[in-house]
């Protein structure tokens, strides 16, 4: 399966799915973008541009965790 999302400007970082969703994935990227995607519609559900940039993202079946770089 080749999917293309173009939301995020510049490098994604990194991608997670969720393990209770699978169809849901969430992605950070160089541009300090916070994505949640849905691959059975192809779009991008939720966009947030954050104020810092974000290092790591966990996800787990009850919730999203980004680390942070504050710097």
């Known amino acids: 399966m ?3 999302f173009s ?16 169809s849901v994935l969430a992605s950070i990227g160089s541009d300090r973008t916070f994505i949640l995607y849905d691959i059975r ?7 947030v541009v ?5 290092l790591l993202i966990s996800v787990c079946c009850c919730c999203l ?7």
Do not use: H, W, Y
Request: proline share 5%; net charge neutral; aromatic share 2%.
């Open 65 to 71: 965790t980004l680390a942070v770089d504050e710097k």
């Open 50 to 54: 954050m104020q810092v940039i974000s």
């Open 41 to 47: 519609t192809g779009k991008a559900e939720r966009r």
């Open 2 to 4: 080749d999917i293309t």
């Open 7 to 22: 939301t995020s400007a510049e490098s994604v970082t990194r991608v997670r799915f969720n393990p209770s969703e699978p």
